[in-house]
Every structure is written in structure tokens, then in C-alpha cells.
């Protein structure tokens, strides 16, 4: 008998799951599907082992005091820092900035932009300061995270802010971008993958376009850095953020990664505590990246969590983590696309993809389908997901969006493809709205 | 999977999802108000007319985009509300409030409610709500610009 052999990186997602103590119950009488992992991840119990441990043993103020404990707290904090720095293909740790979470290190970039234009920073800080007809460049499928902050941005020193168009699936392409890129675009600031359409952006040739022009990048890696090798420094791009929650970490803390000559010419957002250098009671200076950007007390056992997060990823194996959830999200959109009434949102099925789908279910609301599939246990999101402009170009209020990780078996997904295959004929819609003519 | 369920979209609901009343402009309405649960983006908009030189309601419409129980529980308030006078409609919102504040605990009043009633259950779902709530508020609101009118 000859033996198939799919993919020499294949992960086993039953045996993981065993790591997972969260993934072992009944929901409503059925095992639990999470089909959730785009909003938040579940932790494996190194994760939850390792901060445990931290605070039982070791606890204790960073970057200041005298004693042994202090000591240990600070070098498990570094220690924390150089393995994200690690995963993540940083130049150096430095590189890498602590933050409540991406939101918070994409308003980090933002309003160091900002102050940088209000002529804060020096004359190191110039590069990043914009001037009324500055253009910043979006893309019109941003989650509202990387999308309000530069509204703000925008509307504070009188750049203006452009985007990228998408088409009727809230897809777009390098070519609807290129002729947005021009000499007055200042920022391009794009998601790596869309929470919503799971769409994968052309990160290289963005940033070479980008960069042609003298602008710089900032990329939303929320839905990358958990499911796919990552080498930001390869990548190119200049700013970089992501949330531990999402990639089997704590949460409460994120990461904003930037190149060391930026992150330590850009002026700082948060200041106070533990991000000076001298104070006098007229002005201060601040400490080099990260430390200017690190205002205040840390979160120091969330860091610890997810040094070991960003471990037990490193043992399963990125490759296999995004090969695995390629297949499981081609499951996913062959299943939904063949379902009467079923809209699937981004790539179509053949087009790679990351491990979620969006999806209307004709003549039924996102939020009944979202109940209808809980009541047999399976977990998915409803609403716009951060992301109304997409949802308004699309024509729907709300979506219905199920996301995979390493821990996500073909069995979760195909209970999902039946529930929602019932959920028409639950709401009594499955002749009447299935032909209507949508936009 | 029946039970959970079952308890949530009675029949009542499901029926008034797809067959709504109420469900339509209104115009020369003495009364609108646009409100509008940014969670999930259900949209409402509640217009009333009162008969003339009267508090009591003629007609209550609505239009709306959501959810099978927000758009069930205006379909069901606007069966309801014509004939109330404004304090007998604030008595049934009142209590229809309570209701969903219940967590399905006690006997709502269905002489008071009618088929309002049927929505007892979604008050275990803490999530829904503010789906049922969304025309019952919006329709306060428009008693509060009459009242303040009158």
C-alpha cells in the first residue's frame, strides 16, 4: 500500500488540543467547536503554567530596586522580549515595544505621528511629520483599529486620508493600490491579513512602492503573527503591531515592533514613569526605544505568558500552523460556498487564504445564525468586526465569521458547514430570500 | 439543541420576523426617533401619530434593519400600541422592561402585554436584550418629544 503523505510539516490538531484544557467541554449539550480564534485565542496550559509560575516565584517590580526578586522580574522580562524579538525576525529586542494590545501600538505610531507634526522630537523627528495635503493611505477593508487612529491623525494636521477601494467580495489588489501610492503619500497603513475577508495583502511589493515614494509602512499583523512565519525585517515594512491574545497569549499586552532608527526618532505618545532620562521641572528627555515607549508599570507576567506562547508555536511549527489552516480554511469556503443563500466574503475558493471566512446567510441576521449555531455548541462571531466601511460596501450590516488556529480539527469546520446549512429553513427563509437580488 | 432554542424564538417571534407589522414609512408623523444598538448595528427608526388633539396613538410604524428579535418585538409593539394613550403605553413598556430584566424569573402579565409576552425568554439571553429593548426605546422617545410638546 502506498502511503500519502499531504505535507511534510502536517500538525496534528488532536494532539494539541490536549494542551487546551478550555477545548474539552460541553456547550449547550454538544462539544464545544471554538471557531473564534480571530477574536481571541485559547491558551494552552504552558501558558497559563509559566505565568503562574512567574507569580508564584519570581514577582516583582522591573527596571528598578535592589533585590534578588527585582532582579529575576527584570531578566525574565528581557528574556521575554528577545524570544518575541525572535519569532518575529527583529534586528535587535530593542525592537520590540510593549503595548496594552495592537490598537494601542497602532496609536502609539499614530500620535507619535501626530507630535512629531506638532513639532515635538527634535529635528530627528521631522521625518515623520505631515503638512495639510499629506496624504496617509488605508485600505477601506481596515479593522476600525487601524483606521480611526489615522482619522485623528488626519484631522489634526490636516493630511489627508485616502484608501484603497475594494470589490464586491472586499477584495483588493496591488494594482488598485499602486495608483494611490504616490510623492504626497506620507503613510501606508494596511492589515498583513483581513479579520474579515482573510484576504493576504502583498506585503513586499506595498512596501517597495511605498518606499519608492518616501512613505512609511505600518503594518496590522493582528492576523499574521499568530498564524504564519513572520520576518517583519524581511518584509520590510517600518512599523509593525500585534495583540498576544490572539496568538495563545495573555491578554492586556500587545507588541509594537518598529526599526531601531524609527522607533527611537519617533516621539513618544504615553509619558511619565520609567521612560525618562533626566526630568527637571521644566522638561524632560527620554530613553531610547523600547523604554521611551513604556510609560509606567508593565505588564510583566502577561510577557512572560507569552514568551511561552510564542514557544509552544515555535514547537508546532509555524509552516505547519499556516498549512494547516490553509487546507482547514479551503474546507471552510468550499463548504460555505456551496450552501443556497451563502455569501462568502474575500478570496474565492482555489485562493489562498487565512484560516477564516465572513459570510451572509440570505434573509437571515448575523446574530440569529450566531444563536443558532451556539445552541449546538459551535462558537463563531457576528457583527461587523471592527470593520463598518467594509460591511457598508459590502451591503450588510453584519456577518457571520467562523476562524480556525493549530488547534482547529476538519470535524469542528464540517459541523459548522451543517449548522449552517439548517439555519434557512430554521428561520423559514430558505425559498424566499435565496433568489432576492443583492448588490 | 431544541431546548435552548426553543426558549428563545417562540413561535410568536419567528412569526412576527416574517410577517411584520408596522413595517413601513409613516408620513405626517407627530413623533419620529432613529435609535440604534452599535454592537451588532441593528437600526430602528419609530414614528407615531397621535389622533388629533388627543395623547392617545393612532399609529405607531417603524423601519428597521436586524435581527429576528429586534424586528419581532416592533412588529409586536406596533400590534400593540394603537388605541394606548401615551401613560398606557409607558405602563406596558415599563413592564415589558421588567420583563426582560427578569432573567426569566416570575409571571409577566399578559392581559398588559399580549403577545409582548412571548419575549419572556429572550431575558435569559443577556446578549439579546437590548434587541428586543431597541423599538420599545425608540417609541419612549418619541413620548418624550410628545409629552414635552403637549
Redesign the interface.
Known sequence: MDVVITTSAALDPTVLRLDFPILDQQV???PLAYLDSGATAQRPRSVLDAERTFLETVNSAVHRGAHTLAALSTEAFEDARETVARFIGAAVPEEVVWTSNATDGLNLVAYGVLNASLGRGGADARRFALQPGDEILVTEAEHHANLVPWQEVAASTGAVLRYVPVDDRGVWSLDDARPLITARTRILAFAHVSNVTGLVAPVADLVELAHAQGALVVLDACQSAPHRPLDLTALGVDFAAFSSHKMLGPSGIGVLWGREELLNALPPFRTGGSMISTVTMESSTFLPAPQRFEAGTQPVSQAIGLAEAVRYLERAGMPGVEAHEELLAERLVVGLEAIEGIRVFGPAAGIPRAGLASFDVAG?????VG??LD??GIAVR???HCA?PL?RRLGV??TTRASTYLYTTDDEVDRLLAGVAEVRG????DSAASSAGRD | MGDALAGLYQQVILDHARARTGDRALEGADAEHYERNPTCGDEITVRVILEPGSDRIRELAWQGDGCSISMASASVLADLAPGLTLAELAERTDAFRAMMRSRGVGEPDEDLLGDAVAFQGVSKFMMRVKCAMLSWVAAEACSTQLAVRS
Not at chain 1, 426 to 429: H, R
Open positions: 449547550n449539550g454538544y437571515v441576521h448575523a446574530h440569529d444563536q443558532y445552541a449546538q457576528v457583527g461587523h463598518q460591511h450590516a453584519a430554521y428561520f423559514g427563509v
